[in-house]
């Protein structure tokens, strides 16, 4: 059996609020896992639902960046929040979040691109490494583009112009007003960045994230000791309302609290006198899916003094 550190019972207890016995108890039944972990209580019903992007922890900057019909979002990563303020760092994001608009979203391509202050990305971004003296790194980037309409960006917790914490990238597809489809775009942006979609439509979530929702309502059904016709049903229930509660077009808008967002584009379509089609979204929430370790500063002071 792993040993069941404290340092794993505080991480499980921040992540799903469950009691410090109870996480103790569901890492050694996942024999360690975390992920495991996080499963059991939820199918004790006693852990809330998590996105499968986990817990943020990582520091720098989203920047999000428009070009005619097609728009940008990258991810840079630093060790300290303090870096994100600092300007030479702002500057670097946006402006090979300009890059992304010429060269794609692969970060190895991206990398490799000539930088406008001479050698490459990687060669700039080396030596801002040296000069800020922490380490950095690009993590991703996504490229959007319409044939007619728009791509609108929103950015939220600004840290400055085009940079902040969660970047939104929201793809229109009309020949409606540009106006009319900027002002549409930029609410169902700001709902994206509040409601956290896993994907545009049901059918194109995650197979293996609805697996594993499919096998916690399993567990927690079979646990009700009702019978094998009513556990089938309150098994596909949990499933629909995770499908309905985690796409976009599904989903209960944010704005008025009431109408999906895919009645709410049909709305906006009627308005417009022509047809509106919400073709992709991207969403990039600084450090999701990082697990950044904790560390104890006095100790590490100490180390390095010898003590």
Same mark, same amino acid.
């Given at each position: 059996?792993?040993?069941?550190?404290?340092?794993?019972?505080?991480?499980? *207890?921040?992540?799903?609020?469950?009691?410090?016995?109870?996480?103790?108890?569901?890492? &050694?039944?996942?024999?360690?896992?975390?992920?495991?972990?996080?499963?059991?209580?939820? #199918?004790?019903?006693?852990?809330?639902?998590?996105?499968?992007?986990?817990?943020?922890?990582?520091?720098?900057?989203?920047?999000?960046?428009?070009?005619?019909?097609?728009?940008? +979002?990258?991810?840079?990563?630093?060790?300290?929040?303090f870096?994100?303020?600092?300007?030479?760092?702002?500057?670097?994001?946006?402006?090979?979040?300009?890059l992304?608009?010429e060269?794609?979203?692969? !970060?190895?391509t991206?990398?490799?691109?000539?930088?406008?202050?001479?050698g490459?990305?990687?060669?700039?971004?080396?030596? &801002? !490494?040296?000069?800020?003296?922490? &380490?950095?790194?690009?993590r *991703?980037?996504?490229?959007?583009?319409?044939?007619?309409?728009?791509?609108?960006?929103?950015?939220?917790?600004?840290?400055?112009?085009?940079?902040?914490?969660?970047? +939104?990238?929201?793809?229109?597809? @009309?020949?409606?007003p540009? =106006?009319?489809?900027?002002?549409?775009?930029?609410?169902?942006?700001?709902?994206?960045?509040?409601?956290?979609?896993?994907?545009? =439509? $049901?059918? @194109?979530?995650?197979?293996? #994230?609805?697996? *594993? $929702?499919?096998?916690?309502?399993?567990?927690?059904?079979?646990?009700?000791?009702?019978?094998?016709?009513?556990?089938?049903?309150?098994?596909?229930?949990?499933?629909?309302?995770?499908?309905?509660?985690?796409?976009?077009?599904?989903?209960?808008?944010?704005?008025?609290?009431?109408? *999906?967002? @895919?009645?709410v584009?049909?709305?906006?379509?009627? $308005?417009?006198?022509?047809?509106?089609?919400?073709?992709?979204?991207?969403?990039?929430?600084?450090? $999701?899916?990082?697990?950044?370790?904790?560390?104890?500063?006095?100790?590490?002071?100490? #180390?390095a003094?010898?003590?």
């Open positions: 059996m792993a040993e069941i550190t404290a340092a794993a019972v505080k991480a499980l *207890r921040e992540r799903t609020g469950a009691g410090m016995m109870d996480c103790k108890k569901a890492l &050694n039944e996942a024999n360690g896992e975390m992920e495991a972990a996080v499963d059991w209580l939820r #199918a004790k019903g006693l852990a809330a639902a998590a996105k499968k992007s986990g817990r943020q922890a990582a520091e720098g900057l989203v920047g999000v960046m428009i070009d005619g019909t097609k728009g940008a +979002v990258l991810e840079v990563n630093s060790e300290t929040d870096v994100a303020k600092n300007e030479k760092f702002q500057d670097f994001v946006k402006g090979v979040t300009a992304v608009l060269h794609g979203s692969d !970060i190895d991206l990398s490799k691109a000539p930088h406008p202050a001479g490459s990305v990687n060669d700039v971004l080396t030596a &801002n !490494i040296a000069t800020i003296g922490e &380490n950095q790194a690009l *991703r980037a996504a490229l959007l583009e319409v044939e007619n309409g728009v791509v609108v960006p929103y950015i939220h917790n600004q840290v400055a112009p085009g940079v902040g914490k969660i970047g +939104v990238l929201v793809a229109l597809e @009309s020949e409606a540009s =106006d009319f489809l900027e002002s549409l775009g930029k609410q169902i942006a700001m709902h994206v960045a509040a409601a956290t979609p896993l994907a545009l =439509d $049901e059918d @194109s979530l995650d197979d293996a #994230a609805v697996e *594993r $929702e499919r096998a916690i309502a399993q567990e927690k059904a079979a646990e009700s000791g009702k019978p094998a016709e009513i556990v089938t049903r309150m098994v596909e229930g949990a499933v629909a309302k995770y499908r309905k509660e985690n796409a976009l077009l599904s989903q209960i808008f944010v704005v008025d609290g009431k109408t *999906r967002v @895919s009645d584009v049909s709305k906006a379509a009627k $308005e417009a006198g022509k047809p509106i089609t919400l073709k992709q979204f991207v969403r990039f929430q600084l450090g $999701e899916g990082i697990e950044k370790q904790e560390t104890d500063f006095a100790a590490e002071v100490a #180390a003094a010898g003590v």
